[in-house]
């Protein structure tokens, strides 16, 4: 297993919640839907860490229990914050950013110059060939 989540704590190879950083989970639940930004919600509920860290604690679907963590927050909040997110992304318009790919432009058309030198390495043969090779603008 890796990293313990915020929250949690093992003993006896069991994940428990630790009361005292599951309340400030809770509380960072809480000052979201109340609207703080990630980064002041987490900061008011005790949690020292940055904007994208809160993102991900957010996220984090072991706060709604499983086989191995207990619940620290309910379906309902866990859903009501993801929807909240994908409401301000919208309103600031970060969910309709498409990248603009510009085409490579690949020479297509090539000219050999005339082979004068020979080697009996298939190798340097091969390099002095390719070094022959010009591409024309089209």
Do not use: W
Not at 66 to 93: H, Q, T, V, W
């Amino acid at each position: 297993m890796g990293h313990t989540p915020y929250g949690y704590k093992i003993e006896n190879g069991c994940a428990i919640i630790d009361e005292e950083n599951a309340d400030k989970i809770r509380k960072l639940y809480s000052n979201y839907l109340t609207g703080m930004a990630l980064a002041k919600a987490a900061s008011e509920a005790g949690i020292d860490t940055y904007h994208g860290t809160a993102k991900r604690m957010m996220e984090n679907r072991h706060y709604l229990g499983d086989d191995f963590y207990p619940a620290i927050i309910d379906k309902e909040i866990f859903e009501s914050a993801a929807a909240e997110r994908i409401k301000r992304a919208n309103k600031l318009g970060r969910l309709n950013h498409k990248r603009v790919i510009k085409p490579s432009v690949v020479p297509t058309y090539f000219h050999l110059a005339a082979a004068v030198q020979h080697y009996d390495d298939p190798r340097l043969q091969a390099e002095y060939l390719y070094s022959l090779i010009e591409s024309e603008a089209v």
